[in-house]
């Protein structure tokens, strides 16, 4: 029978009344403690990563010029270390995406294992070789078997609710910035033991043979032991695992999972029996707009921590701040430690007071005054020299950048939220995830390129990478404000 409409009745009536009702029911919801030995052992692996990804930054120059790859030119050490970088990227690019939804078939604890073995041997394997050949196959195979990043989100969502979701994914970004820290003063203080510490390594004829080896060896056995730890104490979050060798079936022999989504029906199908998608069924609105949003605010980032300390080395005249090693090494250390503390003691409270879109949108609107300290701090210390102004626009500078990571901590939520299905959250973070893998490939090379260019030719008074970072933050802009007020709940 149809209903009766008349005035009193409201022009858009929800399809979901019991919806409503539930989510005002779930804000005065007490919220639920956070699972600490299980977040505990994520947030342990995650910290694997920067580690391996960032030690080798001190040495690496040396290390160029050690193997000999460039035959004594001095200006193609900086291309050949910025390969190691980005090689580590880009391999994790071509993979973490099919290791994340082999994780939705076999488990996440099985990938996770893989990935932490992968790590630990390559890096034992960087730290002994002695040709550029063994570096580049070293580095390849790091990021090739890591897949741990996308994985880790998905098990995070798995086991919080949405009481303490924004809470655990404020660990995150500490525990990146934990690795990133360590990783660079490991490497540093380590490297060449043998003349460092003459008295514990000096009559040593392996490490005086392999002078990186030992700072190689450090996050190559914390992955090992997050392996032993993971394979004892994790608990696997996925139910409905499969036997490791269904990967291996014929085409024929193999289900559903693996046929192509021809239609709408299909789809329906596929998350009514809450299996896991082929790319294809991944590719819906909510799931490209969640990965922008990832994207958007990596390039950003990405962009802005490569040029931050070469323009903090450049001389005044040529445009930068002409500052020594030491302070720059101390504010990025500041940035970093910045970032961690403020995640875990502020980002809940902001997520919970504003809002997803409406954080991810401040994030993103922070960014742009700072990018516009660049040109300001240069003009302050052509006039002025290094003065107090000038030191306070580096201050307001890094606040901002601590402020702008904050969107780290919104973009997995939406992300997890964005699945087609529960069987899908680790394909889509995988998705997502090598969308800024790319970013961080290629966004180093094009941003420092792009701020040689600026300074050389001094086009547009010297700014135009300036002009093009600015560009990269309208975009995410443009992405926050197609996101909805809250992340998706069906």
Known sequence: MSREVDEQTPLLRSSHPERHAHDESEVTKQRTPLPWPQLAILLVIQISEPLTSQVISPFAPQLIRDVGITNGDEAQVGFYVGLLHSLFFATEALTIFHWSRISDRIGRKPVLLTGLFGLSISMYCFGLTKTFSGLILSRCLNGALNGNIGVMRSMIAEITDPTNVAEAFAYLPFTWSAGTTLGPMIGGSLSHPAERFPNVFGNSSFFKEYPYFLPCAVPATVSALCWAVTSMYLKETVKTSHPVAKLFRSRKESDITSSPVSSSS??????????????????????????????????????????QPVYYGTPVAMGGLGLDTPTIGTILAVLGMGIGVSQVLFFPRLFHLMGPRNLYMLCTFTCLPMIACFPVLNAMAREQGLSGHVWFFVALQVACAILANFAYGVTPMYINASAPNKASVGATNGFAQTFVSIMRAVGPAAATSAYSFSIENHYMGGHLVYYIMAAMVSLGIAVSVLLPRQVWRD
């Open 266 to 307: 299909d789809i329906s199908s596929f998350e009514n029996n809450d299996k896991p998608l082929p790319l294809k069924g991944l590719l819906t609105p909510r799931v490209i707009l969640a990965a922008s949003s990832y994207a958007a605010i990596a390039l950003i980032d990405i962009a802005f921590r490569t040029v």
